[in-house]
């Protein structure tokens, strides 16, 4: 939720800082701004849209200030517009600040702020802490800085420029991230790694209660208690064309292509030999006969792999395992104890709910395991151990490539934490065809799209869709229709197949698309059955199946999409693809932004 990028060094700050901001884009874009210290004086320009929308307005200006902050906004407090666009200035516009996360008790310091004679621009939460820099500037930014964040309630990374000490940031942590750049003779600061990529792959991840002093020579950062600290400088291994669109028309469609690499990068450690490897759950597996239940523990698309979690765990390990969404787990007071095991699964290492949630469990000596895709997040700190799914930078609000990674993690863990109960021959099968998943995809992938493109053609003229399947193809039928109602707009229910006639059938008129999901050869019969009281009231079925299974559907759905046969408790990874690209398609035929979904942003840092 709202990125931000700093720079100070010897080149011009304003591209920088664009190209930051484009970089973190998916993490809001109703409103983006930019001050840049020029001379002795704050340029400050922003505007409601996105940045494009800004990029339009400066693109006759020539900033030559080296030092700048940039914000690009998802609204929390005050809706979108120019106003409440970041960066926020003092009374004087001395002071430029920029914010990501809420402060809850701004109210409180704004009244008394203004009984002070400070006059706020804004309706946003944000204004507040630069007034309160304002307040306690005597010559110091950071300790103005360290002062105000004292006030402060709520979950912030922040950044200040002062046009009295333009060769200074000032950068602090609480609860959001923020990540320091160390060029050579230049720094950056940004809310995430893509950002930086271009410039530098040497990064400091700054922890809660941090600070940082960035000026053109040197940086350095302070503790909770303001003690100098050293920390240790990390490499990172991404490169910088994993966060561009390589010629794709989307981040969501480069991201899609991308499934079949990102998946073998994440098998081939675990499946370099004959077995299975998966040092990273050493503890657990030290303590599984203690282990009397699993919480696994997420929101939205890494929930819907938990669902396929579920049932994967539960058959290899016979423990018993709930899945619940981040939001609300900890308010239903579950049963975790130092007994349990919590698997928090997430992209972006950041969801404020998902490490609420982790942060519960650790308070109730669970063990807790992360399922993570970015390295460094708060939640790959906090968590005991984490398996890293090294999907790469997902730019794309809608996860593709991490949900797939997210579930590939899953069968390694299950297969890893069940392979004492599981048949050895049916073990060594299972791997042999998890290996083979790669080329599975590329095939999907290469075989071209024209059936799903057709599917999509008569998907995007619905405003209604239903998606249907039992077993691990409710799971996969529950993502489907998220990953088509975030980025088409279409309403889209997922229905466990057999549930459908204890109300929903209602709702079927002549039509209606329904996709089926019929992977699962043990379960077809029963879905033929349901596939035919939707088709006997008038529903249009697109059908997704394995090849093998394809012929046996012939006449008994009204269009049909396939995958390369498997096991069937693999499929949920062959059918993901499909399912994406119905929904890509079927958002570009409507015209929709694909990669930027309205009123969404992809990381979620507030509650
Ligand atoms: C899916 O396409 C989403 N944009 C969303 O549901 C996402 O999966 C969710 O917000 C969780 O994010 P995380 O994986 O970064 O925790």
Redesign the pocket.
């Known amino acids: 939720m709202c990125g931000i990028v700093g720079y100070i060094g010897s080149r011009g700050a304003f591209p920088i800082l664009f190209d930051g901001l484009k970089k973190l884009e998916y993490r809001g874009y109703d409103s983006a701004g930019v001050a840049i210290i020029e001379g002795n004086e704050m340029q400050l320009r922003k505007s409601q849209g996105n940045l494009e929308v800004l990029g339009e307005k400066l693109k006759n200006e020539n900033f030559q200030g080296r030092i700048g902050l940039g914000h690009t906004r998802w609204a929390t407090h005050g809706k979108p517009s120019d106003a409440n666009a970041h960066p926020h200035l003092d009374c004087r516009g001395r002071l430029a600040l920029v914010h990501n996360g809420i402060i809850e008790n701004f109210q409180e310091i704004k009244r008394k702020l203004e009984e002070e004679g400070h006059f706020f621009s804004s309706e946003t939460d944000t204004e507040v802490v630069v007034h309160l820099v304002e307040k306690f500037f005597q010559g110091d930014l950071v300790k103005a800085v360290r002062r105000a964040t004292k006030e402060l309630e709520g979950s912030y990374a922040i950044a200040v420029i002062n046009c009295e000490s333009p060769e200074q940031i000032v950068a602090y942590r609480h609860d959001s991230p923020l990540i320091l750049g160390i060029g050579d003779g230049e720094f950056f600061l940004a809310s995430d790694i893509p950002a930086l990529l271009p410039y530098t792959r040497r990064v400091l991840i700054l922890e809660d209660g941090e600070m940082a002093e960035l000026n053109r020579t040197n940086f350095r950062v302070f503790d909770s208690h303001g003690v100098q600290i050293q920390k240790e400088i990390e490499e990172i291994d991404w490169d910088p064309e994993m966060a561009e669109k390589k010629g794709f028309s989307h981040y969501m469609l480069k991201e899609i292509h991308e499934q079949p690499d990102v998946l073998r990068r994440l098998l081939s450690d675990p499946l370099q030999g004959s077995g299975l490897e998966l040092p990273q759950i050493a503890s657990i597996l030290e303590r599984l006969e203690k282990i009397n239940r699993i919480f696994v523990v ?6 819907h792999s938990g669902l396929i979690g579920k049932a994967l765990l539960e058959r290899t390990t016979g423990i018993p395992v709930e899945v619940d969404m981040a939001s609300e787990f900890r308010y239903r007071s579950p049963l975790v104890g130092e007994e349990s095991l919590v698997i928090v ?7 404020a709910d ?1 490490l609420a949630a982790l942060r519960y469990a650790r308070e109730k000596n669970a063990q807790t395991l992360g399922i993570i ?1 970015v390295k460094g997040s708060t939640i790959s700190r906090e968590a005991d151990d984490v398996i890293y799914i090294k999907a790469g930078p997902e730019i794309a ?4 490539k ?2 797939l990674n997210m579930v590939a993690a899953f069968y390694l863990l299950a297969l890893k934490m069940g392979q004492g109960n599981v048949d050895q021959e049916n073990l060594k099968e299972l791997l042999r065809l998890l290996r083979g998943i790669p080329a599975q995809l590329e095939k999907v992938l290469q075989k071209g799209d024209k059936a799903v493109r057709e599917a999509s053609e008569y998907l995007s003229r619905w405003e209604n869709a239903f998606f249907v399947g039992r077993g691990l193809d409710f799971s996969l039928a529950l993502e489907g229709a ?2 088509l109602k ?1 980025i088409s707009y279409i309403h889209a229910e997922a229905y466990a197949a057999g549930e459908l006639k204890h109300g929903t059938l209602a709702l079927i008129e002549e039509g209606i698309p329904v996709v089926a999901l019929l992977t699962q050869e043990k379960l077809l019969e029963k879905m033929i059955s349901n596939v035919q009281e939707i088709r006997a009231r008038g529903g249009y079925v697109l059908g997704i199946t394995q090849e093998k299974l394809a012929q046996r559907l012939e006449g008994e759905v009204d269009f049909i999409m396939t995958v390369p046969s498997t096991e069937d408790m693999l499929t949920p990874l062959l059918a993901t693809v499909p399912l994406q690209l119905l929904s890509f398609y079927t958002a570009e035929l409507r015209g929709c932004p694909i990669d930027q979904p309205r009123n ?1 942003a ?3 840092t507030v509650e």
Not at 298 to 303: D, L, S, V
Not at 397 to 400: D, L
Request: hydrophobic share 30%.
């Open positions: 997420a929101c939205g698309t890494a929930y699964v997430t992209q972006s290492g950041e969801t998902t895709n609000v809608a996860s593709t991490a949900y998220l990953k975030e969404l992809k990381s979620v």
